[in-house]
């Protein structure tokens, strides 16, 4: 008698699937359907949503590639449609966008969507996309009707499924070219698949487009030089001049003039003016460097254009380590401001400053007025919401990659370093697969004493809080008790709440102090504070 049970090696009869493609511009139809035709799929065309649905509901098709962007009804109203009807619930439906932005993304997934292609179409992707949805369609419409018959070859089929998922995961990342599924250290680019878009994106973005100064001064590696070079990139494309200006790149050892004449070359170079600004520096000797600084960008930078220039100054805590004083720079940047009032040149010129401190910290000499303009832009940790495309990344399936992710937040609580190096070390081990190999991870990756010892996030916040600006003494008793649990309230006025916020041991929960999150606390847990005070652990817990 012949066994008609399916074999995990059988390939999976796709000629003469049917495939419904909806859009409303007849030559994107032209085009899909010239590309999958020949593959032996039969064909449907809708040029509007109500038609699409119309279709689905009497063609039964296998497989939907449907158009975000349409006139009446667009395509996630569509994708929805489809799944709230028992008939077409099933059907697979593959989002095509111009659009590849996370957001745009994320909408599709959640409206119901497996998928997405962009266009302009490439035709191989078109291709593996709608073979590979069509494929586990199918083989979970095998799985349901012959579940009984397969149970001993469950587990094999099952590997095929995650095989199979893997594959469309490393699909998802196809003409991603040189992009990475997580970023460790550094700055991203602004195109990057793993950015994560927060409210801070949107209130850099409206801050500098009212014209007004900000700032955004917080801890190491939340992420701020990433947001400077997404924000910069849309500024640009507005039709902004924009100017990025790394103060680490200056170097330490050098005289004023050598900073200055630094900071207007970068300028020049990135606004393609180097020959007119040397030559105004070299003319204006007589002028001392912060004079000519100031005197460049009236004369030089903004009278050879008309459009609204912003320039971003990051690392600004660098400055500290100068040998000369660094409050004449930032007063320098006050003085811009100030003279809107009286010259409306300068209403073109905004400046973001970003770093690791605080405004009073900008200008330390007490005959000087403190750095007290501009608006504070507040850069958080990534919000649950916010993370979930991370799961994309992960390189399993659906629900296996959930559980995944929500374990890496419950250890990270979405700060942006440690989610991102935790993902990263998560999607590079396939045993990673439940979330007790993932507290195996966050142990080998951040908790183990090598770890500790090397990661540099975790010497940051260490050196932070035993060689910070504030007095030992003062800080860690009150880390203590903000691990202790104890009533802690915000009061930025005590130089202590400040080193603590900066060190990024600790994030404000409405009025109190709380531990960041939960790699922090067992980092630095009660034994190291003792170790850190140079007490004994027995008499401090008497404390």
Known sequence: MKDDTMNSNDEIELTGAKVLIVDDVSANLKVLRGVLEPCGYKILLAPRGEVALKIARSESPDLILLDVMMPEMDGFEVCRGLKE???????PVIFISANEGTQSVVDG???GGVDYVTKPFKAEEVVMRVETHLQNSRLTRALRER???LSKLNGALQAEVRRRQQAEQALSLLGEQQSERFHVGGTLRHDAVSYIERQADRDLLATLTEGAFCYVLTARQMGKSSLMARVANILRQKGWDVVTL???ALGQMVTPEQWYDGLIARIGWQLKLEDALDRFWSRQERLGPLQRFLASIREIVLARSARRLVIFVDELDTVRSLPFPSGDFFGAIRETYNRRSEDPTFDRLTFCLLGVATPS???ACNAMTTFNIGRRIELQDFTWPEVLPLAHGLGRNTVVADELLERIYFWTAGHPYLTQKLCHAVSADATVQTEASVDEVCHRTLLSPQARGQDDN???V???LQRGQSSLPA????YRRVRAGESVPVDETRPEIHALRLSGIVRYEGEQLRVRNRIYERVFDVSWVDRACGRDSDETTKL
């Open 458 to 460: 975790l010497i940051f």
């Open 462 to 464: 260490r050196e932070r």
């Open 361 to 363: 910290e900008l200008i």
């Open 147 to 149: 579940n009984g018959e």
């Open 85 to 91: 009807e028992p008939a077409t619930a099933g059907i």
């Open 246 to 248: 790394d103060l680490s």
């Open 109 to 111: 997934f959640r409206a």
């Open 475 to 478: 800080l860690l008793p009150l």
